[in-house]
C-alpha cells in the first residue's frame, strides 16, 4: 500500500493487508478455507501458498494489518496467545537460558514459564519490573529475555518500556512486550526500543469475545523470519475462520477502545468516591504509582479496572452480585465483565510468587451505555456489603 496515502492508525487497521480481491473485487478479503493449494507445474506456486500450516491468504491479511498497526517488519498470527508465547520461547531459547518474567505476569503466561519451560531447562525469575534496579540486579549472562506486561494482569502495574529496552539490550537481551491490555491503538511498544510485541488477539484486538488467537510482531524482519519458520515447524497457526474474524475486529478497535477508556475512567472515578472500597488500581488516576510513565507511552489508560474491597468476601459477594457486567474469565471484548482473580484466572497462581490479593476484583469495562454500568456496580457493592 502506498505509505504516503495511508499512515493514521485506524486507516492502516481498516486497509493494510487489505487490498480488495484480485479476481472478484470483494472488498472483505474472503476466508480461505483451504488445507493445500494447487501447483501449476512442480514446484511452481501461483501466489506462495503450497500448504495451510505453512501460510494462507486470510493468515497473511491479518499478520501484514498487525505488523502495520504496531509498527514492526513482520506479524504472524498464532492459534492462541499461549501458542504465540511457547512459540516464541522455543526460537528465541535453549536449555539453560534465563528470562526475566514480571512480578505479577498474566497466570497463563506465568503457568508456561514454570510448568512446561522450566521442565524443559529454561530458568526464570519474577522480578517486579517497575523496579529498574531489581531488573538490572536480576540480569544474568545467558539472560535471553526481559519479558514485559505493562499495564499488568490483573494488578494494572506500569513498567517503563524505553527504560526496560535499554536494560535489556546493554546485557545483550531481548525486551518481549505483551501488549493484550493496552493494544496497539493505546501503546506501541517497537516504537519505545522493544524486539518483540506478543498479543492475546482474543482480547482487544479480536474484541467481540467470540475467538481465541495470538499473535507475535517483531521489530526486525530477520527474527521476524526466524519466528515464521517456528510458526511453521511448531504448527501452532490460527485458522482462516479465526483470522477472519480477528481482522474484522481489529478494523474497529480505535472505537472501542476510545469508548472502553471513557467507560473505565468513569467506573474509576466512581469507585475512588465509594468509601466501601479500600482502593482502585487504575494507571489513569494521578495517585496511581506508574501514573506518570504510562501517561508518557500510552495514548490513554485502557479499559481494565482493579478494585480492593478489603475482605475476600465482599469481593466475591461484589462479583455474583452484577447483572450487566458479567461474571467471567477473559476481557477486551464490547460487553463489560467483572471475575474474582484469586478464584479464577489467577487460581494457578496461588502459593506462588504471583499470587494476587484475595479481595480483589477486576473489571474488562465494556462499552455499554456508560450510565447503565455506573448503576449495575454501585448497586452490586451496595448489595455485597449490606
Ligand atoms: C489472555 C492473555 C494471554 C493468553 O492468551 P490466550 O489467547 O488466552 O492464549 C496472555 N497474556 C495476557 C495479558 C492475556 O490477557
Known amino acids: 500500500m502506498d505509505k504516503d496515502v495511508h499512515q493514521g492508525f485506524e486507516t492502516l487497521a481498516i486497509h493494510a493487508g487489505q487490498e480488495p480481491d484480485l479476481t472478484t473485487g470483494a472488498v472483505v478479503p474472503p476466508i480461505h478455507q483451504t488445507s493445500t493449494y494447487k501447483q501449476d507445474g512442480v514446484g511452481l506456486l501461483r ?3 503450497e500448504y495451510s500450516r505453512a501460510g494462507n491468504p486470510t493468515r497473511t491479511a491479518l499478520e501484514v494489518c498487525l505488523a502495520e498497526v504496531e509498527g514492526g517488519a513482520r506479524g504472524l ?3 492462541s496467545g499461549l501458542a504465540a508465547e511457547d512459540t516464541l520461547l522455543r526460537a528465541l531459547c535453549r536449555p539453560g537460558d534465563h528470562v526475566i518474567i514480571p512480578g505479577d505476569a498474566y497466570g497463563g503466561t506465568y503457568r508456561l514459564f514454570t510448568k512446561v519451560a522450566e521442565p524443559w531447562g529454561l530458568v526464570q525469575d519474577p522480578v517486579p519490573l517497575g523496579d529498574l534496579d531489581a531488573v538490572r540486579a536480576a540480569v544474568r549472562p545467558e539472560t535471553k529475555i526481559i519479558w514485559v506486561e505493562t499495564p499488568t494482569n490483573p494488578l494494572l502495574g506500569i513498567a517503563d518500556l524505553a527504560a526496560l529496552a535499554s536494560v535489556a539490550h546493554e546485557a545483550g537481551a531481548l525486551l518481549v512486550v505483551d501488549n493484550t491490555f493496552a493494544s496497539p491503538y ?4 517497537l516504537t519505545l526500543g522493544a524486539d518483540v510485541v506478543m498479543h492475546s488477539t482474543t482480547k482487544y484486538i479480536g474484541g467481540h469475545s467470540d475467538t481465541v488467537g495470538g ?6 524482519a530477520e527474527l521476524g523470519e526466524r519466528l ?3 510458526q511453521n515447524a511448531m504448527g501452532g497457526v490460527a485458522g482462516p475462520f479465526d483470522c477472519w474474524l480477528t481482522l474484522r475486529g481489529l478494523k474497529t478497535l480505535g472505537v472501542r477502545m476510545d469508548r472502553h477508556c471513557a467507560n473505565a475512567t468513569a467506573v474509576a472515578d466512581m469507585l475512588s468516591g ?3 472500597v479500600r ?6 488516576l494521578p495517585e496511581h504509582p506508574g501514573h506518570g510513565i504510562a501517561a508518557k507511552q500510552m495514548k490513554a489508560f485502557g479499559g481494565m479496572v482493579s478494585f480492593r474491597m478489603g475482605s475476600e468476601e465482599e469481593a466475591v459477594r461484589v462479583c455474583e452480585s452484577t447483572k450487566l457486567f458479567i461474571l467471567g474469565e477473559s476481557l477486551g471484548g ?3 465483565l467483572i471475575e474474582h482473580p484469586g478464584r479464577m484466572t489467577h487460581a494457578s497462581a496461588k502459593g506462588s510468587p504471583l499470587e494476587v490479593p484475595g479481595d480483589l476484583v477486576r473489571l474488562s469495562v465494556g462499552i455499554e451505555d456508560v450510565d447503565d454500568l455506573l448503576r449495575d456496580l454501585e448497586r452490586a457493592i451496595t448489595a455485597a456489603t449490606r
Open 334 to 336: 464490547v460487553e463489560s
Open 77 to 79: 498470527a498464532f492459534a
Open 186 to 189: 493505546l501503546q506501541r511498544p
Open 228 to 230: 515464521a519458520y517456528y
Open 279 to 284: 482502593s482502585v488500581l487504575y494507571p489513569g
Open 215 to 220: 499473535a507475535l510482531v517483531t521489530a526486525s
Open 47 to 49: 501466489a506462495g501458498y
Open 274 to 276: 465509594r468509601e466501601e
